[in-house]
């Protein structure tokens, strides 16, 4: 299960995304952590992060006026990005339900990214 994987890989994945990043602070590595663990119970409860802007995709986003800063884009791809190489490396099975859902919940967090963003300037 993608969520056990994620739980027991975690600091590598941590470290993967960090490298990826060019070396991030120590509290973006924090964060990146505490990601995980929201990611990790997502997949473990199936329960799902309310927000009406789930039906925002990437392409869309400027139609509403938004855009995406490289910063959070790639935060968040790195995350993905990490997690599917461990996983692929290791031969770790990756169910479409679980592959769609991680999809979802980093889009999602991309979208509340972009919000709090907007909220703060």
Same mark, same amino acid.
């Given at each position: @299960?993608?969520? %056990? ?5 975690? $600091? ?15 509290? *973006?590595?924090? *964060? ?5 663990? %929201?990611?990790? &119970? ?16 990437? &392409? ?14 790639? !935060? ?5 990005? $990490? ?6 490396? @290791?031969? $770790?099975? @990756?169910?479409? !339900? ?15 990214a972009m919000?709090? %963003?907007?909220? &703060? %300037?």
């Open positions: @299960m993608l969520h %056990q994987f994620i739980t027991e890989h975690r $600091a590598e994945i941590v470290n993967r995304s960090v490298e990826k990043g060019g070396g991030l602070s120590a509290a *973006d590595v924090i *964060d990146h952590g505490l990601f995980l663990d %929201q990611l990790s &119970d997502e997949l473990r409860t199936g329960r799902t992060t309310p927000t009406s802007t789930r039906v925002c995709f990437h &392409d869309r986003l400027p139609l509403l006026g938004l855009t995406v800063s490289p910063a959070i884009w790639q !935060d968040h791809f790195d995350i993905r990005e $990490a997690i599917t190489a461990l996983a692929a490396e @290791m031969n $770790a099975l @990756m169910t479409v !339900d679980e592959a769609y859902r991680l999809d979802r919940y980093i889009d999602d967090a991309i979208v509340h919000a709090a %963003q907007r909220a &703060d %300037q």
